[in-house]
């Protein structure tokens, strides 16, 4: 595969990047908090409320003054008189208390509650056996949340912790990203998995099933955004570019794999490269080095195409650097390396790994299966690491950076 | 709360994993590839064939016999006779070779690709100017993935990368882990999210927003399940019961929240208790001690109910330990404390935690907010830490298993 021009890992991070914030400034659709999971926030989220949003009793109990019950003990009971009103609208004075269930609100002039295992009722009347200071067993207003506080930010993705704290602040809509990615495969030598009936029929015929179509589709899932399949274009140009242009009117994204090469057959970037505007073709990496990225123009619309390897484990690789990382990146541990990894000058090296836990200590471990192809190494690997294009590679024991699927 | 018989976290886990150990034997659906991402394998899947199939290019060039190129070079050219025949079906001899792209099959005869960079093709002849080893730029059968070579396993969570090796294999459809649970909330201070119009209806009337059905609804989704969420139900013995029995009916589990101590209002363990078998009530552990597990029988068959704090920090972390770890546990690492935590013996402590980067390490810090209502803590963890009954707490520097979100 001959590429020229190849340049650095960050400058193509940059170019497409760049891209996506001038992109995504208006991309969004607006969900309801149930369909919220996964999804990744198109704008900072601030409560409108306190929460709670009154005072309210944190525990079964009586509502009391707090100063009539100082020194209640079990040798020394208080008797209060027991208000029979419905807490929300009463009021309590000294030596009153209102009975409550957890939840309700705090009556006025009341502001403590007692735990009902320490207070007998009888006739009208209770014997509180343990005092309680101020706001003791009450959950204040805006104790959990203050009104404004901000709770979810732009790009954060969306988690059921948040749509709890959503719900509680009353929120039942809310704006996400959004984006439509059309997947094409090319190659002659591709099935879909819909297009064949059994295994014999593919060893017979020399095909290879299309696997990057559903696994970028499961990706871009994960991810929180829209894709659509579809199906893989054979090695003709017209076919290619038919469909890449029908994928690009319906979608905002679209990401081709295969033909990513200069070969007779790659007519993927030729075809790109009539309708838009290449602009990157080749980057310094491993794997993945023949990514590239375009744009173009189409119903007054910019849109964006990435140009991806056709073998699974390097378009795994692009997707992840150029596009995943992008709308979430991955959270990142430093540990020790279990032994050394080489690498080479020049270029930016994404190496696999597992973790490894031995007698209470976590290591990094590089998986040794390499080839771009074999895609089983990938289902194996707990994240990876990143190796600048400025190091040689790294000792055993050194501390690296390690991304965590 | 007054909980007799309270139990330890290990005995409790114990209870509840052996009673899914014995549901799951026989809850599973089968789904197609495309839909089976974040879904949990129900069964060890070993690949029907080798990976790749047949040995084929890895790269756009020349077939060829090794032995045919060796000492070939840019000043040392060899040059072979073109086969003009699709290779699919060809054979080569001495001498021979066959134009071949990317996927395609190696011809028999040939034993090696020379990348096309090397090759000038010219009136039925092929100059190579460079050397090849028997198999370089072949990959071989079975490289991969060899036949019958196991690629998940039973309760492994199904990965986008996984879906690719599943599609490679010409892996149509599997079967997951598949269970219906219904999500029931109670408490007259509760109102669903459907059910209020607006903030202030809600703060002159005391009410508070149901949280707990929407953060279960994604945290059963997120464990590749299927929830359904219940209209929540006062506190009203009759239509507590009635819930449940519907929701019992229609589902394999059930999750309650509200209603777990021993209240006056607290109707749903009595109603659980008359329709079923109390396992659990009450576990050594903060936060989440009034946790509930009970079995009963409907229609011939076993279903269990989980019942949960109406606190949603409470309920969440009583998900995740009895839950969400038996069907995905987290993956951990063993990380130093950045200061002391307390704790108590005889009580297991999950401390909500984040992770911190100084200096190239990552130290785990423990989340001051504690209170089992706070959910905005929840929200701001990384992960948590989990501290023994049998001990009291760690000093900064320790080095704890932190498992991650």
């Known amino acids: 595969m001959l590429l020229k021009n190849l340049i650095s890992y960050n400058k193509a991070k940059n170019i497409v990047f760049n891209s996506f914030d001038e992109m995504m400034k208006h991309k969004y659709k607006i969900v309801d908090i149930l369909s919220s ?19 309210k009793s944190a525990m079964d109990g009586y509502a009391v003054m707090a100063k009539d019950t100082f ?52 006739d009208g009347f209770v014997e509180v056996r343990k005092g309680v200071h101020p706001y003791e067993n009450v959950a204040r207003i805006g104790e959990d949340v203050k009104k404004g506080d901000l709770i979810i930010k732009k790009g954060e993705v969306i988690t059921p912790y ?40 593919l060893k017979n015929e020399y095909k290879i099933v299309n696997s990057n179509s559903p696994m970028l589709y499961s990706l871009i899932k994960e991810t929180g955004l829209t894709p659509t399949i579809y199906k893989r274009a054979r090695d003709n140009k017209e076919e290619i ?6 994928a690009l009117d319906e979608n905002d994204v679209i990401i081709t794999t295969g033909g990513t090469s200069v070969g007779d057959r790659d007519y993927t970037v030729e075809v790109i490269k009539e309708i838009g505007n290449i602009l990157i073709h080749g980057v310094q990496i491993r794997p993945g080095k023949p990514f590239g990225f375009a744009k173009c123009v189409l119903n007054d619309e910019e849109k964006f195409i990435f140009i991806l390897s056709g073998y699974p484990v390097a378009s795994a690789v692009q997707f992840e650097l150029f596009f995943r990382n992008y709308f979430r990146a991955r959270k990142y541990v430093y540990l020790p390396l279990n032994r050394n990894i080489a690498s080479t000058l020049g270029r930016t090296d994404v190496v696999r790994i597992k973790l490894i836990n031995k007698n209470n200590k976590t290591y990094i471990e590089p998986l040794r299966i390499t080839g771009s192809g074999v895609i089983s190494s990938i289902t194996k690997a707990d994240g990876y690491v990143i190796i600048n294009e400025n190091i040689e590679g790294y000792e055993k024991s050194s501390i690296l950076k390690a991304y965590l699927f």
Chains 1, 2 share one sequence.
């Open 241 to 246: 570019k038919n469909t890449i242009l029908k």
């Open 71 to 122: 020194g209640a003990s079990e040798n020394n009971p208080i008797i209060l008189n027991l208000v029979d009103e419905n807490p929300n609208n009463a009021e309590i004075g000294t030596d009153m208390c209102i009975k409550l269930s957890t939840g309700m609100p705090i009556p006025k002039g009341a502001n403590a509650v007692v735990m009902k295992e320490y207070c007998i009722e009888e």
């Open 162 to 201: 948040h749509i709890a704290l959503l719900s509680s602040s009353g929120i039942k809509n809310i704006k996400v990203y959004d984006l439509k990615i059309g997947l094409i495969s090319t190659g002659d030598e591709l099935v879909d998995l819909d297009d064949f009936n059994d295994i014999d029929e």
């Open 37 to 55: 999971y996964n999804k990744i926030s198109f704008e900072d989220i601030r409560t409108p409320m306190n929460l709670p949003m009154f005072n």
